[in-house]
């Protein structure tokens, strides 16, 4: 299983874009990259996956560099509501074989008025 | 995607005693997870629920402490044995589905006393 890396806080202001930025030098050829959110007192919820290049979706983009040794989640114009730990994982997906999901340290994002 | 109700939301229990932890799912999926997250601390997988055979247990969990039972695709419970404070934490059921990808409850926040 490939290690990642990531910021343990951010702080970011009402209405602008949020970059977070995972490493995962060990990516194996296989591996997708998944980022997950979590409130307090709530499961973590998917919000993106993504193999390589830029994915897009209704809540945030994916950014991954051709060497897949990182990846950065990029949420538009946050909200107060979007203040929660981002996790970022990277790993085999269920159609690939994978068993589980092994979570990192997580960026605990604040979002400020 | 899949939706699961975890039960109990919260409990206080005595040290010694054990708590069953119910997860249900609302559609039959390929694999179940229990995980337990520290207050603040990232998720860290227990032990991989299996129909009808014994669960899959990470480093560190031993059936003993943590038995783990899934009669059928969409029900498992944990047991958290003889309790001690140690064992205060949040503890959460997931399930994944080749469809669905990986969801989660919203945990069972237990604290021993």
Same mark, same amino acid.
């Given at each position: 299983?490939?290690?990642?890396?990531?910021?343990?806080?951010?702080?970011?202001?009402?209405?602008?874009?949020?970059?977070?930025?995972?490493?995962?030098?060990?990516?194996?050829?296989?591996?997708?990259?998944?980022?997950?959110?979590?409130?307090?007192?709530?499961?973590?919820?998917?919000?993106?996956?993504?193999?390589?290049?830029?994915?897009?979706?209704?809540?945030?983009?994916?950014?991954?560099?051709?060497?897949?040794?990182?990846?950065?989640?990029?949420?538009?114009?946050?909200?107060?509501?979007?203040?929660?730990?981002?996790?970022?994982?990277?790993?085999?997906?269920?159609?690939?074989?994978?068993?589980?999901?092994?979570?990192?340290?997580?960026?605990?994002?604040?979002?400020?008025? | 995607?899949?939706?699961?109700?975890?039960?109990?939301?919260?409990?206080?229990?005595?040290?010694?005693?054990?708590?069953?932890?119910?997860?249900?799912?609302?559609?039959?999926?390929?694999?179940?997870?229990?995980?337990?997250?520290?207050?603040?601390? /990232?998720?860290? #997988?227990?032990?991989? $629920?299996?129909?009808?055979?014994?669960? !899959?247990?990470? +480093? %560190?969990?031993?059936?003993?402490?943590?038995?783990?039972?899934?009669?059928?695709?969409?029900?498992?419970?944990?047991?958290?044995?003889?309790?001690?404070?140690?064992?205060? /934490?949040?503890? #959460?059921?997931?399930? $994944?589905?080749?469809?669905?990808?990986? !969801?989660?409850? +919203? %945990?069972?926040?237990?604290?021993?006393?």
């Amino acid at each position: 299983l490939a290690k990642t890396t990531q910021p343990i806080s951010m702080d970011s202001y009402e209405g602008q874009e949020v970059n977070i930025t995972c490493s995962h030098n060990n990516i194996a050829t296989n591996d997708y990259i998944t980022w997950y959110q979590q409130f307090p007192s709530q499961g973590p919820r998917f919000i993106i996956q993504g193999y390589k290049t830029k994915v897009t979706n209704e809540v945030a983009s994916l950014f991954i560099p051709a060497d897949r040794k990182s990846s950065t989640l990029s949420l538009p114009r946050v909200s107060l509501s979007d203040t929660a730990v981002y996790y970022c994982l990277v790993g085999s997906t269920l159609l690939t074989g994978a068993n589980n999901l092994f979570f990192g340290t997580g960026t605990r994002l604040t979002v400020i008025p | 995607s899949a939706v699961i109700s975890q039960k109990p939301s919260r409990d206080i229990c005595q040290r010694g005693t054990s708590l069953t932890i119910q997860c249900q799912v609302d559609s039959q999926v390929t694999m179940m997870f229990w995980y337990r997250q520290q207050p603040g601390q /990232s998720l860290t #997988l227990i032990a991989t $629920a299996n129909q009808g055979s014994e669960a !899959t247990y990470e +480093s %560190g969990f031993v059936i003993d402490k943590f038995p783990i039972s899934r009669p059928n695709l969409t029900f498992s419970t944990l047991t958290v044995s003889n309790m001690s404070p140690e064992d205060s /934490s949040i503890y #959460l059921c997931s399930a $994944a589905h080749l469809d669905y990808g990986y !969801t989660f409850g +919203s %945990g069972t926040r237990l604290t021993v006393v």
